[in-house]
């Protein structure tokens, strides 16, 4: 699968920082696979991203969101 390598200069994860988006994936591997599979998706070079509503009114659902949009509301928050 072909990822976006790029990190910001200033990201730090644990006080630690990257030089690429795999070394990330690989840290948080092993703390978390599910935030791992994130990740994953998040860099690869597809425009969305899958998540999951949390269920609180009903069943869990999966959509897609724009990789852009949640950037952007990141930004703007």
């Known amino acids: 699968m072909q990822y976006k390598s790029l990190i910001h200069t200033d990201f ?12 990330l994936i690989s840290y948080v591997a092993n703390l978390s696979e599910e935030s791992a599979v994130f990740l994953t998706a998040w860099f690869d ?12 009114t009903g069943t869990p659902k999966k959509m ?5 949009y949640m950037r952007n509301s990141a930004i703007a928050t």
């Open 12 to 23: 730090k994860f644990q006080g630690r920082a990257f030089a690429s988006s795999s070394d």
């Open 45 to 56: 070079i597809t425009a969305t991203v899958e998540v999951q509503t949390s269920g609180s």
């Open 64 to 68: 897609l969101l724009q990789k852009e």
